[in-house]
């Protein structure tokens, strides 16, 4: 498990690798992962965006960006928590993912909140990341 806190906001990264949804033979591999975003600050906050970087084996980076995470812009009271799931496919059999939520404030500041950088590693690969 994967931990970050940023102004109050606490992330939790918990991948997983899904063989029944890679293709090994094929060279396509894919990844679950589920995060739980805790606030523990004293201000109600909404995820408005994210923005994700993924790298693979070889070094190959793609960006990902847009509202929200799997089509919710969750808003959270102080200790409230929005938890998901959702996935990614990489061509090699490991990699690492890192990110930051843009979360705004009633008030209306806005922040980034990290996600921390995290291992995508198949069966029998070193890690990328400890």
Partial sequence: MYRATTRGI?????????????ALEAGAYFWTYTIEIVNT??????????????????????????????????????????RYTSGVPLGTPSGMMSGTYEMRTKAGDRFLAEVPAFSLDSPGVIPTIN
């Fill in 10 to 22: 606490e992330v939790t990264v918990e991948p997983a690798f899904s063989e029944e949804r890679s």
């Fill in 41 to 82: 600050g004293s201000e109600t906050v909404q995820l408005v965006n994210r923005h994700w970087r993924i790298i693979d084996a070889r070094g190959k980076t793609f960006e990902v960006q847009g509202p929200g995470v799997v089509g919710e812009q969750p808003v959270l009271d102080p200790g409230e928590s929005f």
